[in-house]
């Protein structure tokens, strides 16, 4: 019935690109014949399913569908992890929830189709933290701001680290890297400027003085492919990117963006980038957020069953093919950082783009 074809869908959407609710590039929606049919099916077949209950919706009851935009294509990270997160929203609420992905400008798109529709908790969109923190600084032409939105929840959140090959260059640490900066200029892998990696590698060896240039490309797989080959002396990438890198033993993580010391790669202690003098703390964040002025009562019962259904054995089997490690802050803390990584991006970008 409805769950059961939501569910089709969200695990179809962890496999590969999935259909759920998906839009046009364009803009309009086009909701396919699965989704129509589960917006006019009554109830939901929870039989046999109690292990997928979550929370129930509370005194917000929702009167029609809830659309969550993504600037994202179908069947990507960003995409999959909100189609997981859907799928507890609808379970709880028993309302069908529509996935619109609206690719383009960074999100300003998405983001500025959900500034057209009143202000309401079932007009929702799923955004990554560049949005409002490198998007507006590299492109004038993305006029966007924090102000405009109510965050609803965090829903993933990664650090960055970089990365060395001793086999291909024979550094270990941040000590000698330094040390052979002194002496060469460093090529380090990022993604182009207005990036992230691009940012925290001019930052990074901006303030320790040393002469790096930037081999760019469209993928930290790419950067870290560059790497292991020895046509770059270090990387920069999010965790998760490197993780297969570090296991194989072809990259080394000597810092982390962050102002603890990371400990998620076996083996490892990564030093924090302020432990070594540097205040360059960043971290990739996607959240959920709703136009400002919805019903903050209801967004908060949102977070409160996505929180919930991260804790159901479903949730957890789909996050898990997905590689998924759900941060499901509050909309508070989800701010403070939005706003602190911003007034971080706008130092450099003054003193290092400008």
């Not at 909701?31 to 209950?53: L, R, V, Y």
């Not at 940012?199 to 490309?217: H, P, R």
């Not at 950082?337 to 971080?344: F, G, L």
Request: aromatic fraction near 6%; charged fraction near 20%; glycine fraction near 10%.
């Amino acid at each position: 019935m409805k769950r059961r074809n939501l569910m089709a869908l969200v695990l179809a959407g962890v496999m590969a690109a999935s259909v759920m609710g998906c839009a046009s590039q364009s803009g309009a929606k086009n909701p396919s014949e699965t989704q129509k049919e589960a917006a006019k099916e009554g109830a939901s077949d929870e039989s046999g399913a109690a292990d997928s209950a979550v929370v129930p919706a509370g005194s917000w009851k929702p009167d029609h569908d809830i659309t969550i935009r993504v600037p994202n294509a179908a069947g990507g990270t960003m995409d999959t992890i909100t189609r997981i997160l859907g799928q507890g929203i609808q379970q709880s609420t028993g309302t069908t929830v529509m996935i619109n992905n609206l690719t383009g400008a960074s999100g300003a798109i998405a983001a500025n189709d959900l500034l057209a529709k009143d202000a309401d908790p079932c007009e929702l969109m799923t955004s990554g933290i560049a949005l409002f923190t490198l998007a507006p600084l590299f492109n004038q032409d993305i006029k966007v701001s924090l102000d405009d939105f109510a965050i609803v929840s965090g829903m993933v959140s990664e650090d960055f680290v970089l990365c060395v090959n001793p086999e291909k260059s024979g550094i270990h640490n941040w000590e000698e890297l330094k040390a052979y900066g002194e002496k060469e200029r460093i090529l380090f892998g990022s993604n182009t400027p207005g990036g992230t990696t691009h940012m925290l590698g001019t930052a990074l060896f901006g303030e320790a003085g040393l002469n790096a240039e930037a081999v760019t490309s469209d993928g930290t797989n790419k950067d870290m492919l560059a790497l292991t080959s020895g046509d770059v002396v270090c990387a920069i990438g999010n965790a998760s990117a490197c993780q297969q890198f570090i296991e194989e033993g072809t990259a080394v993580p000597i810092v982390v963006f962050s102002a603890d010391a990371y400990e998620g790669f076996e083996g490892f202690t990564v030093p924090s980038v302020v432990d070594l003098g540097y205040d360059i703390q960043f971290k990739s964040c996607n959240f959920l957020m709703a136009k400002k002025g919805a019903d903050q009562a209801a967004l908060d019962q949102i977070h409160d069953m996505i929180q919930a259904y991260t804790e159901t054995e479903e949730c957890k089997k789909l996050a898990e093919s997905a590689k998924y490690v759900p941060d499901i802050a509050d909309g508070e803390t989800v701010r403070a950082m939005i706003e602190d990584s911003a007034k971080m991006c706008q130092e450099i970008y003054e003193k290092y783009y400008h």
